[in-house]
Each structure stands twice: as structure tokens, then as C-alpha cells.
T-cell receptor, first 113, second 112 residues
Framework: GENVEQHPSTLSVQEGDSAVIKCTYS??????FPWYKQELGKRPQLIID?????GEKKDQRIAVTLNKTAKHFSLHITETQPEDSAVYFC????????????FGQGTTLQVKP | DAGVTQSPTHLIKTRGQHVTLRCSPI?????VSWYQQVLGQGPQFIFQ???????GRGNFPDRFSARQFPNYSSELNVNALLLGDSALYLC???????????FGPGTRLTVL
């Protein structure tokens, strides 16, 4: 079935270091991969997304890479700041054209000052 | 994403009752998706509606139903509530819904 695996489940870094979160998806027909940041008690906020015709996308301190052959994609945050602390979710679009996003289990990122 | 609104913010119900949750998408968006997020997990897809028709349905029982109105707002209905229905219910808005989706603040449902 459709599945997205996300690792690690928790990640602790020092302020200024980089953080990397990795996801693997099961359906090779998935073609859209968003990343969401969710602070405690708040809505998931779209921070970056990538489509399957692109291998890498960058937005200031955040970048996402996609390897379609291996069916995995990663989120890279550079120069982390305490306000980056949150739960991050990766997702993959369903190949069924239903608008369904399949989410990973989430990564709790803690940035220590 | 600031434009997606949901009501109510919180809701407490007892087992067996019925609940209706409401969502208004960003102006100009025609798709609304509903997700259930249990504490500590990623959102799980329930439904998507596009142009007032159901486009997709997730693996949820028939107790869950939804509809979309001519102004593109949407309602999620859950009948015969179970304790396990306690969760954050998120609505997501999209122009066409097959890719970029923006979430609302959610409705926190507690079933006692």
C-alpha cells in the first residue's frame, strides 16, 4: 500500500548546525512532495515543496532534494535557529489523483541555543 | 494559508453523538481536503472535494461523511462517535487540490 517512512523521529542540534530529515515513499507514481512544519498546538505550515521533474529546490536556509530512482527525498535546514524547533512532516502525493497526501510519522527537531 | 478557517476550535462530545465540523477555503481555491491527526502522528486523509464533488476518500468508516457547498466551503460529519475519534481534524485548501494544499488551524475533537 501507499506509505511514507520518515527518519529520524527526533533530532537535536546546536544552534547554527545543519539538520537533515529523510523520507522514503513507496509508490513510484507519486509526483509531488511537500514538507510541513507544525509547532505545538498550531496548524501544519507548508515550508517547501518539490515536484518530480526537479531534483533540488532551495529557499533561503531550507532545501529539499529528490531522488526518484531511490524513491527518497530529504529536507535540509542550514544555520538552524531556536525558532526552527518544531515537528516536521514530509508527504507524498497519492498516485490515485484523489488529492490525497500521504504523510510520514514526523520528526521532532530541537535546536538548542 | 492564513485564509483557511475552521470552526469550532474545540469540541467535546460523548460516545454515540454526532458532530459537524466546518471549513472555509482560501478565496479562489476550489478544493477542500479533510485530515485526521491523532496526537503524535502525521495527518491521515479522510476526503477531498473538488468543485463540489468527492474526488477521493481515505480508509475511514461510513460514519464519516462530507460535502462541499457552492461557495466551496465544506462540512465534515461524523456519526456515532467513538472514543477513538478524538483527534485534531484539519481542513486543507487548494486551487485544484492535486498538489499544494494549505491547512487551517484545525478543530480539536474530544470524545468522552
Amino acid at each position: 500500500g501507499e506509505n511514507v517512512e520518515q527518519h529520524p523521529s527526533t533530532l537535536s542540534v546546536q544552534e547554527g548546525d545543519s539538520a537533515v530529515i529523510k523520507c522514503t515513499y513507496s509508490d513510484s507514481a507519486s509526483n509531488y512532495f511537500p514538507w510541513y512544519k507544525q509547532e505545538l498546538g498550531k496548524r501544519p505550515q507548508l515550508i517547501i515543496d518539490i515536484r518530480s521533474n526537479v531534483g533540488e529546490k532551495k529557499d533561503q536556509r531550507i532545501a529539499v532534494t529528490l531522488n526518484k530512482t531511490a524513491k527518497h527525498f530529504s529536507l535540509h535546514i542550514t544555520e538552524t535557529q531556536p525558532e526552527d524547533s518544531a515537528v516536521y512532516f514530509c508527504a507524498a502525493s497519492s498516485a490515485s489523483n484523489t488529492g490525497k497526501l500521504i504523510f510520514g510519522q514526523g520528526t521532532t527537531l530541537q535546536v538548542k541555543p | 494559508d492564513a485564509g483557511v478557517t475552521q470552526s469550532p476550535t474545540h469540541l467535546i462530545k460523548t460516545r454515540g453523538q454526532h458532530v459537524t465540523l466546518r471549513c472555509s477555503p482560501i478565496s479562489g481555491h476550489k478544493s477542500v481536503s479533510w485530515y485526521q491527526q491523532v496526537l503524535g502522528q502525521g495527518p491521515q486523509f479522510i476526503f477531498q472535494y473538488y468543485e463540489k464533488e468527492e474526488r477521493g476518500r481515505g480508509n475511514f468508516p461510513d460514519r464519516f461523511s462530507a460535502r462541499q457547498f457552492p461557495n466551496y466551503s465544506s462540512e465534515l460529519n461524523v456519526n456515532a462517535l467513538l472514543l477513538g475519534d478524538s483527534a485534531l481534524y484539519l481542513c486543507a485548501s487548494g486551487k485544484q487540490g492535486l498538489d499544494t494544499q494549505y491547512f487551517g488551524p484545525g478543530t480539536r475533537l474530544t470524545v468522552l
